[in-house]
């Protein structure tokens, strides 16, 4: 074989390589470019939702409450405007390790911040309103509320407070709050209502189908608040006593005496007993006319979701344990064993 003859060959499975390889090629290059158009439509739509929403909430106000997990943080955001996407928000505080770092309180943005600088935010606290925490347990009466928060907050005092709130005893929902210290007595109250409102939102429908009226549900929680300890207790007495009001007997609870003469059941006379009063439950029937506190959500679903049982009376012993039974005679001997 000549040179020339050799030098053809050699040219034409170069030719025969090139061929197979073409394939190969195009499909890298196709790759990258749309390796390509997709970083740049990852990039423009992080630009997006990394932008603030048209109206964000510039010098308002923006509570994060106490307790949330992220999830509930970034829904919070974004229900109250302040980011576009929860899932941006998430992704970036899981990417940055600080979960744990996100503060509650209430801010206020001078200039409107994209996703990541509202989550430095409530990292560092920028931003961040000074405010005070007042925490209101459950069962708490209008009183109590301005007991706990008159040495908290500079502009409420108890008397002002007890007069104003107490048309709304029962709808003043018990909950831990950050609030400014110079909250007024008017903004606690609304705060107060507006969060029972929010809470109990998921219940009407329940309470419709009890066919009892809200107020009634919320007066028998706030009985159910004293009277029992765990949500299973709160409904088996929810129980009794709906049955008590079905047969027409007086439901002869203690704890409006608490409300009223700030007695326990173990300071009651036989006079308080008989005293003339509306919340008397041992000579008047049916509910006391107004809540005696302020109920949770779990002595509302127990007011709302009673359990049945052949029990008629109830009582807690020195360690509060209950002891029910189905007779008067049961429950005399209940009274013998466990409270003397």
């Known amino acids: 074989m000549d040179t020339e003859e050799f030098l053809r060959l050699e040219e034409q499975k170069m030719i025969q390589v090139d061929k197979r390889q073409t394939p190969i090629y195009i499909f890298l290059f196709t790759l990258l470019i749309l390796l390509f158009a997709a970083s740049c439509f990852a990039y423009i739509f992080f630009r ?5 929403p048209d109206h964000f909430p510039q010098k308002q106000p923006v509570t994060i409450e106490k307790g949330l997990s992220l999830t509930g943080i970034s829904s919070s955001l974004k229900l109250q405007g302040v980011i576009r996407s929860g899932s941006l928000f998430r992704a970036l505080v899981l990417m940055s390790g600080a979960t744990a770092e996100l503060r509650a309180g209430v801010y206020e943005f001078p200039n409107p911040l994209s996703t990541i600088d509202v989550m430095h935010s409530l990292v560092t606290g920028l931003y961040s309103n000074k405010t005070v925490r007042l925490t209101i347990p459950e069962g708490s009466s209008a009183k109590t509320i301005g007991i706990i928060a008159a040495p908290i907050l500079t502009a409420v005092e108890v008397e002002q407070f007890t007069n104003d709130a107490l048309p709304f005893e029962g709808y003043l ?17 609304t705060l107060l209502r507006a969060t029972f409102d929010e809470q ?7 309470v419709l189908a009890t066919g009892r009226a809200l107020h009634d549900v919320v007066v028998m929680a706030s009985l159910l608040e004293k009277e029992g300890k765990s949500e299973e207790s709160m409904k088996l007495i929810s129980g009794i006593l709906y049955k008590r009001m079905e047969l027409d007997m ?12 700030g007695k326990e059941s173990s300071e009651l006379t036989l006079d308080d007993l008989k005293m003339e009063s509306p919340y008397n439950t041992y000579t008047n029937r049916g509910l006391p006319p107004q809540a005696i506190g302020n109920p949770g959500v779990m002595a509302l679903r127990a007011a709302i979701n009673p359990t049945k049982s052949p029990y008629l009376y109830y009582l807690s012993d020195e360690n509060g344990e209950f002891h029910y039974a189905k007779t008067f005679d049961e429950h005399k001997r209940n009274k013998e064993l466990y409270l003397r």
């Not at 997006?48 to 603030?52: A, G």
């Not at 018990?174 to 109250?189: A, C, G, K, N, S």
């Open 173 to 189: 929902f018990p909950e831990t709050y950050y609030v400014p210290p110079t909250y007024t007595t008017d903004e606690l109250i």
């Open 250 to 261: 007086p439901l002869q609870v203690d704890a409006p005496f608490a409300y009223i003469l």
């Open 200 to 206: 109990t939102a998921s219940l009407q429908k329940d």
């Open 48 to 52: 997006y939702e990394n932008t603030p």
